[in-house]
């Protein structure tokens, strides 16, 4: 999802670099923390210069931009008691800087590691639609179990099963048993060779089998301090959902 970690910034292939540094500039200096009084005396508690109303239409429009390119902001900013918008006006101040120097940073650290990097805006749309509301909100368990629960119920949509889910309903999509009228399969019948097309079969209920024993079961099962994910462990679960085999159904009669 992120560059080398020493790029301090996410790509911005495609990002209009200086319309986000215009919003993050503006943010910045309408958020700027200025100390309040109250009835003739100061407070420790800061407020926006532009007004708290005025903030909060330019905090929303800066949250996507650094959930985009700074995706551990909210981790490395953290809250103020003493100033509302503390961790958004921080990272995007870090975030300005990074992009003003990302040119000379990058040419003092030399080529960067050529090793391809993952990219969660290219899983599987199912599984992407699925984790990136708890992933933007740092809730990184809940995105991986939010993306198994949508893989079991694609499975479950495409056999047409309510009753079996998660471990029992990959074992008996990928059995080697042969279809029933109230049973289909999944199978690779496009590929020509019958020993692959039983391997992929096995390879791909065990494959099943293991997502939902070693991925689903921790994160939904145990306490998140007793199971933590990085980031990248994260990512590397989301990436693991996959969907390639054909629905297969019972001939007439049979």
């Known amino acids: 999802m992120r560059g080398d970690e020493s790029r301090c910034v996410n790509s911005v292939d495609g990002v209009n670099v200086a319309g986000v540094t215009a919003e993050l500039e503006t943010f910045v200096r309408g958020a700027t923390p200025k100390n309040g009084s109250g009835d003739g005396f100061i407070t420790t508690k800061s407020y926006a210069v532009c007004g708290r109303e005025r903030a909060l239409a330019l905090v929303e429009r800066v949250r996507p931009i ?23 006006h921080d990272a995007s101040q870090r975030l300005l800087e990074r992009l003003r120097s990302r040119s000379e940073i990058d040419e003092l650290l030399g080529d960067p590691d050529p090793a391809p990097q993952l990219d969660a805006g290219r899983l599987h749309p199912l599984v992407w639609t699925a984790a ?59 590929i020509e060779d019958e020993q692959t097309r039983d391997s992929m079969r096995d390879g791909a209920m065990n494959f099943g089998v ?45």
């Open 66 to 88: 650094l959930d985009r390119l700074y995706p551990e902001w909210r981790d490395e900013n953290p809250e103020r008691k003493t100033f509302e918008f503390a961790p958004e």
């Open 132 to 190: 990136s509301v708890q992933w933007s909100t740092g809730h990184l368990h809940e995105a991986v179990l939010a993306a198994a629960k949508a893989v079991n119920s694609l499975l479950q949509n495409k056999l047409g099963w309510r009753d079996v889910s998660e471990v029992k309903l990959v074992r008996e999509a990928f059995t080697d048993k042969a279809p029933k009228p109230a049973a289909p399969r999944l199978r690779f019948d496009s």
């Open 210 to 254: 293991g997502c939902f024993q070693g991925i689903r079961n921790p994160v939904g099962h145990l306490p998140n301090d007793e199971h933590e994910l990085t980031e990248q462990q994260a990512l590397e679960r989301l990436a693991a959902w996959v969907e390639h085999a054909e629905l297969v159904a019972a001939e007439v009669g049979k």
